[in-house]
């Protein structure tokens, strides 16, 4: 909703509810697995996480880079989310000292 209200240029009024629900679920959900296990800041998906609400953060500053930036996100998500299980829970630093999360997701 999001992406499609700034492809067609609706009103900042409009925008600024999903914008504030798509920041504030991001958060939520990271939220969530760190507190299953902190490892989520080691690991490739918590990684994305982060780059995720960057990204979508950036488009209160950069307002006139909001479809390319909101464009990125939704790329970078469809990636992730359909990225192997293996790549997405591999820690990437401290991995002899990090209790990964056995979840599965």
């Given at each position: ?10 009103p900042e009024a ?92």
């Open positions: 909703m999001l992406l499609g209200g700034h492809v067609f240029a609706q409009a925008l600024l509810p999903w914008a504030l629900a798509a920041v504030g679920t991001g958060l939520a959900l990271f939220a969530t697995d760190l507190h299953a296990s902190c490892a989520i800041l080691f690991e490739l998906r918590g990684a994305v996480v982060l780059l995720k609400l960057l990204l979508t953060a950036l488009v209160a500053a950069l307002p006139e880079y909001a479809v390319p930036l909101l464009g990125a996100v939704l790329m970078i998500g469809a990636w992730s989310s359909h990225m192997p299980g293996y790549l997405r829970h591999r820690l990437w630093l401290l991995d002899e000292r990090v209790q990964p999360d056995r979840r599965r997701g």
